[in-house]
């Protein structure tokens, strides 16, 4: 069984405040769920493989291979500013006069 001064030490820790009647219905909550994952451990799970994932996962990824497939100036079609196949864009250091 857990106790009240335990609850409260984690939730100390956590940094979370809890009322009396808080730290009473959360005893017992925490209690109940100890109580349940203790009814797991007779069980024998000697033979059982260590599980990473529940589903087997697979790269489905492409190939990663350049193509030049569009044109540059398809590209450019809609920047509003540009220096031959370069996007102009506003300046973002501070100029100062010297």
């Known amino acids: 069984m ?5 609850v409260a030490h984690v939730a100390g820790l956590a940094k979370l405040a809890f009322s009396e009647d808080e730290l009473q219905q959360y005893t017992a909550q925490l209690d109940e769920i100890l109580n349940m994952v203790a009814q797991l451990e ?9 599980t990473t994932q529940s589903i087997h996962l697979e790269n489905v990824m492409r190939e ?5 497939e569009t044109d540059v100036n398809d590209l450019l079609a809609n920047v509003p500013t540009k220096k031959g196949t370069l996007i102009q864009v506003p300046s973002i250091i501070d100029k ?3």
């Open 96 to 98: 100062e006069d010297d």
């Open 42 to 50: 007779p069980v024998d799970t000697t033979d059982v493989p260590v």
């Open 2 to 6: 857990i106790s009240k001064d335990s």
């Open 64 to 68: 990663d291979v350049a193509v030049n």
